[in-house]
């Protein structure tokens, strides 16, 4: 066969599958060489389909073959088989036998092939073998004799991939069909061309009755693009108002949102132009302003939006772009849509510098399996997922993941790094050589971004946009944000210098060092406070109960101290680091390299925000108990104490309790929230769990900022209701701690302020994961937030009757 055409960096290709099968007899197809084995939809059994066999026998003999020798029995599949086997038998028939058969023989062999609508993709594989061969076929045989396949075929046509499967020829619009700028097309008059291609043409025009500008997409009545494209009403995506048919001109009008500040290619080509010192927000706005100037038209002389945009640094501008173009690919996501063509060329600016998204044209469900062939992969080469690449390459297609979601925040990651830097992440080919093939390109995507590349970061580059880059970029998608949403808020963290600094401390500070120290500080930050109010609880109840008490009876209760402390101590610590397990294990583990599940990671996440929480209840719930066990000691020993002296018991206990549960509770949340939490935010994603947990958290740090008060209150009510007498040893000890309760509700309290503005910025960043539509449901589940609809496919062929 020919050796295949390059495309250029930036040339959207796609390819198509070689069958197309009804629902109830899909099967995992193959090209040749590649796996032939399908599943059953019923049974769930593996069966093999004869491709393989058949290729072998082609190869080996290089003869024709009887195709009934190679279908399986089972009548459900057998069918998609023969559709398998017909697809390399055109081949090999016409590009290696010399011996060609056409489609009717097949028919007139198989008569099982007109049981149900003939797949456009047969139908073009026979053209494109024909015309490989050297043939003079031309598309409107195949547009005419196949009249119900014949909107697939053109789009087939249209979206080949040049050198896979032979480059695909122009379907200019009818002779009859001559555009041009003054003219009147029903309700609107064209002003002026904005583009055009091999199979459409765009003017800008003026839709007469509405006396607004639109834009006006002209081209063959083929494919579901206005379908696709009018179900998708985002503010970050170009939108389709109407389509008009004119029969006559054998055309149609797509009528679409007029976007006129240009493209991100725009700006891509000034951010090279421009040194990386001088690069800010304005460099966005300048950019719209000259497409604005070449076109005639006039910027707007107040814009809140410009306004932002120009006060933001360049990498600030990067992230708030693609914080607007990750909710745009959540909300097409979540009506089932791919874009599968990410690129700068495709994203237009509005004159207030708002990105949209625009040409869906290969997009069509929301999830596309390569080794099933149930959908097109496609896109260009430059921005394309490895996945997307192997799916166009022949020796990677038959292993190649499925593409969704992923791949386009591939390409998004891809793009914005690009706007970024001014080069892309990868050297897909020497400068001045030939393009790569997408699987030289596949090869080079497998070794990540290139170093010379990261060396082009901008020195204000902060270290949060540059991991979001970074996991965006990852070679295997289960390593990539795994949904626009969860995109949308890390491009929203980046935007917080709060939040992002949290999350993405400087090498070497002090948040980076104390990080490495969780276990011992858990420790010390339960075990000192709870060692102070033990030692005031015994020498307070010592001068006032202890010591009136015989001396046989101060002993045992020396003794249940002993034993008591003991006991607790051991048990509480026990208790605290298996509670808290979580949060000191899997921070640890990260930072060794290791992998952890999401969910591993949600629920450490959620067991960092609660360290304090679950370490001061496991302590507050062990002096609970002593609280009992004592005075029964003390019945026991003593046979009962004075019933005053169970008021100072009491307040003893209740001052120990506080400080308990205040000091180490604070202390804990401030070092979670400061050094532990963060770590994990930066290796997972941020859900709608984290938000609900972050302002759980927010209310239960003002109510232990009441414990913490009422230790000194309680210090001033035993002054004033216990009876100590002035100038005894019990009276010093409560002015002690009225004194040190105050000093230390002072620190406590600057620790609140802290740990309230951390968990307020971190708070922002959830809400600000979903620009429309998405932020009012950051509290629901995730399995009752925005419903996904059913994913679009193209409507099966029907039989032509040929």
């Given at each position: ?44 059994l ?60 097949y028919c ?47 789009w ?41 291609g ?32 009018a ?9 389709v ?19 006129p ?32 100037a ?11 939006v ?12 990067v ?6 173009l ?118 080079i995507?497998?070794r ?5 590349a ?99 009876a ?26 808290c ?51 029964i000691?003390l019945?026991a ?14 307040a ?62 309680v ?32 620190g ?55």
């Open positions: 066969m020919d050796e295949p055409v390059r495309p250029t960096s930036d040339e959207t290709i796609a390819s198509g599958p070689l069958t197309q099968v009804a629902p109830d007899t899909a099967l995992h197809g193959s090209s040749i060489g590649s796996d032939t084995t399908g599943t059953h939809p019923e049974s769930g593996v069966v093999d389909t004869g491709v393989r066999r058949l290729v072998a026998d082609w190869e080996t003999t290089r003869s024709p073959s009887d195709l009934t020798d190679y279908l399986p029995d089972a009548a459900a599949i057998r069918r998609a088989a023969l559709i398998d086997l017909i697809m390399v038998d055109l081949e090999y028939r016409w590009l290696r036998g010399g011996q060609p058969k056409r489609i009717a023989d007139r062999e198989f008569p099982e092939l007109l049981a149900e609508p003939l797949p456009p993709e047969l139908v073009y594989e026979e053209f494109r073998v024909r015309r490989a061969s050297g043939a003079g076929v031309e598309p409107s045989e195949y547009l005419i004799g196949f009249p119900l396949q014949a909107d697939r075929f053109e087939l046509l249209e979206h080949d991939l040049p050198g896979h499967r032979g480059a695909p020829v122009p379907i200019e619009l009818p002779e009859n069909t001559e555009f041009a700028a003054g003219q009147q097309l029903d309700d609107f008059e064209l002003v002026a061309e904005l583009g055009h091999a199979f459409a043409r765009v003017f800008l025009a003026r839709q007469l009755s509405m006396q607004r500008p639109v834009a006006l997409k002209i081209s063959r009545n083929v494919g579901t693009e206005p379908q696709t494209l179900q998708l009403d985002h503010p970050y995506i170009v939108r108002f109407d389509q008009r048919l004119f029969e006559d001109r054998q055309v149609r009008v797509l009528v679409m949102e007029y976007v500040g240009g493209t991100l290619l725009d700006v891509v080509k000034l951010v090279r132009a421009t040194p990386p010192e001088l690069r800010s927000g304005q460099l966005l706005i300048e950019s719209i302003d000259k497409v604005l070449r076109k005639g038209e006039v910027r707007p002389s107040e814009s809140s410009r306004a932002e945009i120009a006060a933001l640094s360049w990498p600030e501008t992230a708030w772009i693609g914080m607007r990750a909710d745009a690919l959540e909300y097409a996501c979540a009506h089932g849509v791919l874009h599968r063509d990410i690129k700068p060329a495709n994203v237009l600016l509005s004159v207030e510098g708002v990105p949209k998204l625009a040409d869906f044209n290969v997009s069509s469900s929301d999830s596309v399996d390569p080794a099933g062939r149930s959908g097109f992969v496609g896109g260009s080469v430059a921005y394309m997922a490895p996945e997307q690449l192997a799916a166009v390459s022949p020796e990677w297609a038959a292993g190649a993941a499925p593409v969704d979601t992923r791949s386009d925040i591939y390409a998004l990651g891809v793009m914005l790094w690009e706007l970024l830097t001014g080069v892309r992440p990868f050297e897909d080919a020497p400068a001045g050589g030939p393009q790569a093939s997408p699987g030289d390109v596949l090869a995507r497998r990540g971004v290139d170093p010379a990261r060396t082009r970061l901008p020195a204000d580059c902060p270290a949060a946009l540059r991991r979001v880059l970074m996991t965006s970029l990852a070679f295997e998608p289960a390593d990539r944000w795994s949904s626009g949403r969860k995109l949308a808020r890390q491009f929203a963290l980046c935007l917080d210098p709060h939040a992002r600094d949290l999350v993405d401390p400087r090498p070497g500070s002090w948040r980076s060092t104390l990080s490495r120290w969780s276990l011992p500080i858990l420790l010390a930050a339960i075990g000192i406070p709870n060692l102070l109010a033990a030692g005031y609880n015994y020498y307070y109840n010592r001068v006032l109960i202890i010591s009136d008490l015989s001396p046989e101060q002993d045992h209760l020396e003794q249940v101290h002993l034993l008591v402390g003991g006991l607790a101590f051991p048990l509480g610590a026990f208790l605290i680091l298996y509670w397990r979580l949060a000191l294990s899997v921070p640890r583990g990260l930072r060794r390299g290791r992998r952890y599940e999401p969910e591993t990671l949600a629920r450490a996440r959620t067991a960092t925000l609660n360290l304090g929480h679950r370490a001061v209840v496991v302590a507050f719930v062990l002096w609970v108990v002593a609280g009992v066990a004592y005075p000691a019945q020993a003593a046979g009962g104490i004075p019933s005053h002296a169970y008021s100072h018991l009491i003893s206990l209740a001052v120990c309790g506080a400080v308990a549960v205040a000091y180490p509770f604070f202390i804990l949340t401030f070092y979670a929230v400061r050094c532990v939490y963060p770590i994990l935010l930066s290796h997972g994603e941020i859900g709608s769990a984290d938000g609900r947990d972050l302002r759980s958290l927010g209310r239960s740090i003002t109510r232990y900022l009441a414990v913490a008060a009422s230790v000194p209150l210090g001033v009510a035993g002054l004033s209701f216990v009876g100590a007498e002035p100038g005894n040893a019990v009276n010093a000890t409560v002015r002690a701690l009225c004194i040190g309760g105050i000093l230390a509700f002072i406590v309290y600057q620790l609140f302020r802290w740990v309230e503005g951390d968990l307020r910025a971190l708070t922002r960043v959830v809400s600000l994961g979903g620009s429309r539509g998405y932020a009012a449901d950051i509290d629901a589940p995730e399995s009752v937030q925005t419903p996904r609809r059913e994913p679009q496919v193209s409507p099966p062929a029907v039989p032509t009757g040929r």
